[in-house]
Structures are given as C-alpha cells and as structure tokens.
C-alpha cells in the first residue's frame, strides 16, 4: 500500500471555461466520493501547489477551481477504483483530460483505451496482476 497525496488538475468538457473545469470537478469528487475511501478535497489558499500558469512557466502558485486533492491509502483496490472513476469520467466526455500530479511525476488521461487503467495502476505503484489491475492484496 501507497500513502500520499495526488493532485488531480481537471480539464472540464468546455475548452477555455473555468466555470465548466469547476463543474467537472464537483462532479469528479462526487464520484470518488461514492466509489472510493480516498480523501478528497480542493487546494485552499494555504496549500500552494507547484503547477504551470497559463503562460506554460512553472512555480509556486495557489490552487485553483479545477484542481483536487486525493489522500489516503492506495491500496490495490483503492487505486482500481480511483482508476476506473477517472478513466470512465474522462471517456464519457464530463472532462477533456485529467492530469495525476505527485511530486514531480505527472500523467494524463485523455484519450484512454483499454491499457490506461494498468498505466494508472502502475503510476500509483500498484504492481499489476496478470488477470486485472493490482494485486488485490489490501
């Protein structure tokens, strides 16, 4: 099991709206809420995070309304799951693509396919079984 904190930038189904990106990511936490035990919650003003501005530059800046947190154990289960939640939000059109941030580390998801759910896994850490995401082990 992972513990850690994944900031996920979401980029709603209206290119350039802020209001659409804060949308889907009520309605991304909705979900995660109802399908997973993570922890998630937005950036506030006291948690600068280390994102690109519009410009492309990167540096210290606050969160905004597109971004969430995830916290929690990242079990086998639990990275299935938040997986699954992701790669279904995204395919459904309700976000553009989603961005996992940890560290430096990033990935996004905006076209997936039926391997993205094994590259989120593996992102996270999960070591993968040959019949399905994660080694089930919790």
Known sequence: MNRSAITLR???PVPGS???DAAAVAALIRELHARTILH???PTAEQPTDVADPTG???TTLGTLA???VTGLFSATTVAALAQVIIAFVQRGAARQITLRDGRRTLTISDPNEETERMVADWLGVP???NGVGSGAD
């Open 128 to 130: 993968p079984t040959r």
């Open 67 to 69: 971004e969430l947190v």
């Open 57 to 59: 530059r990167k540096g």
């Open 18 to 20: 802020e209001s659409a």
């Open 10 to 12: 979401v980029s709603g």
């Open 40 to 42: 998630v919650a937005h």
